[in-house]
């Protein structure tokens, strides 16, 4: 041990924290970060799914370090620069038909939502933004005004109107979850809230956050022909699970559907910071400098953000997280069988959710042990859901068979230990999670 968790805890704020065990990290390679106890844990974090290419990757390496050897300014504010239009060009080849028109850029899922709850409600002449509960979209003002995690309380804004995502799990099933989240939504338009005053509905394709949700077949297919009735705008909140995690590369694929806007974030930069959003002409050109911070659009991370489209293509890793991901849940399902805590497995590709229960309540409290247990036996994973009970997997997209096997392994030791009273509840004093 180095002392650096213990240094940081004296010069760094907490406010940003969100942690679940006392780990500081030195490096990383691929899947696995090495800490400063020299210890090698395997990431099936990948930082929230930032590190989409996993960490130190030789293609990131090389763009971040061509583009700062002769560097074209540090923002596309007031110069165009090569890497962001090389981005944007690219960007625009990777969505439907109906949201290729123009690219904006920030650093963060954040503020690239929040620009967009301002830009249709600006271009739209619309006042009203429905989004689900249990969405996250972000951490500034703005775009926890259009979220609905209860980690976001207090935040939302008056013209917010939130709806509930399906949750077949907890509904008994796909067909009930369904057909309940779509009655609550077709009254909701026919009586409380007049759909021609709603500018856009913020959909995530798997609700990542709020539990791991993925929808049940043809629900956001009945979503799209509700919102082209009353001309809503469609935006897909890709920044999670999004750029092939999915196993599809737009999360919206998989529902057959076509949203009128994308946003992309963590995994886009790799590790940097970076955050697009695409969709129509007419309304990411509403207006001049109507949203910016000054060193949004800088070649470095659009080099970076390049570098990783370009990687996933070359490397089929769309392809490898549909297959490493499907022997990941495959695994996982067997886990299922012989762990009484596990209550459900549930994702697609690299983006699964293992919820926990205990006498048929969520198991907040194992959760957390599993978690602080896999760290001490080598398996970084966080756990995410309204009820803070499931386990999230974002692992790198290049994760191999043998690490996801590893990784199950040491969850499986884990799970037995919380099971049986090994892992002291004491730990959790200092990690309150989320
Ligand atoms: C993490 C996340 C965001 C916010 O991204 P930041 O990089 O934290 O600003 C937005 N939407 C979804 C679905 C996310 O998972």
Not at 80 to 91: F, I, Q, T
Not at 144 to 160: E, F, I, T
Not at 193 to 214: K, N, R, T, Y
């Amino acid at each position: 041990m180095s002392g650096l968790y213990a240094r940081e805890s004296r010069s760094v704020s907490t406010m940003a924290h969100l942690r679940f065990f006392p780990q500081a990290v030195v490096g990383g390679s691929g899947a696995y970060l090495t800490g400063d106890d020299g210890r090698k844990l395997l990431d099936f974090a990948a930082s929230w799914g930032a590190a989409s290419l996993g960490h130190s990757h030789p293609a990131i390496r090389e763009a971040v370090n061509r583009a700062l050897c002769d560097q074209a300014g540090a923002s596309y504010l007031s110069t165009a620069n090569e890497p962001s239009v090389l981005l944007a060009e690219k960007l625009l080849s990777l969505v439907p038909e109906r949201a290729r028109g123009r690219v904006w850029f920030g650093h963060s899922g954040s503020d690239a939502n929040e620009t967009v709850a301002r830009m249709v409600v600006a271009a739209t002449g619309r006042p009203r933004i429905l989004a689900f509960n249990g969405a996250y979209h972000g951490g500034t003002v703005g775009s926890m005004a259009v979220s609905g995690h209860p980690a976001q309380q207090g935040a939302r804004a008056k013209d917010l109107t939130l709806v509930p995502y399906p949750n077949s799990y907890a509904a008994g099933s796909p067909e009930a979850a369904k057909d309940a989240a779509l009655a609550y939504l077709e009254k909701l338009l026919a009586t409380e809230i007049p759909p021609q005053e709603i500018a856009a509905f913020f959909i995530e394709p798997i609700q990542s956050d709020g539990g791991m949700l993925v929808p049940p077949e043809g629900f956001f297919k009945d979503v799209e022909a509700l919102c082209r009735t009353h001309g809503i705008l469609i935006v897909s909140d890709e920044v999670k699970v999004g750029l092939g995690r999915s196993g599809r590369f737009n999360a919206f694929e998989h529902a057959g559907i076509e949203p009128d806007i994308v946003v992309f974030g963590k995994g886009l930069g790799g590790g940097l910071p970076v955050s697009a959003v695409v969709g129509p002409e007419a309304i990411l050109n509403h207006a001049v400098a109507f949203s910016l911070q000054t060193v949004h659009g800088n070649p470095v991370c659009a080099a970076a953000a390049l570098a990783v489209l370009q990687t996933i293509e070359r490397d089929n890793l769309v392809a490898n997280a549909e297959r490493t991901g499907r022997m990941l849940r495959e695994a996982l399902d067997r886990l299922a069988t012989r762990h009484a805590l596990i209550g459900n497995v549930r994702g697609r590709g690299l983006a699964l959710g293992v919820e926990l229960v205990a006498n048929g309540a969520p198991a907040l409290r194992q959760t957390a042990l599993a978690v602080y247990r896999a760290f001490q036996l080598g398996l970084v994973l966080y756990y995410v859901g309204v009820n803070s009970n499931v386990l999230e997997f974002t692992p790198p997209l290049t994760l191999t068979e043998a690490e996801a096997q590893e990784g199950v392994a040491i969850l499986d030791q884990a799970l037995a230990d919380v099971a049986a009273g090994r892992v002291d509840e004491a730990l959790l004093a200092d990690f309150a999670g989320w």
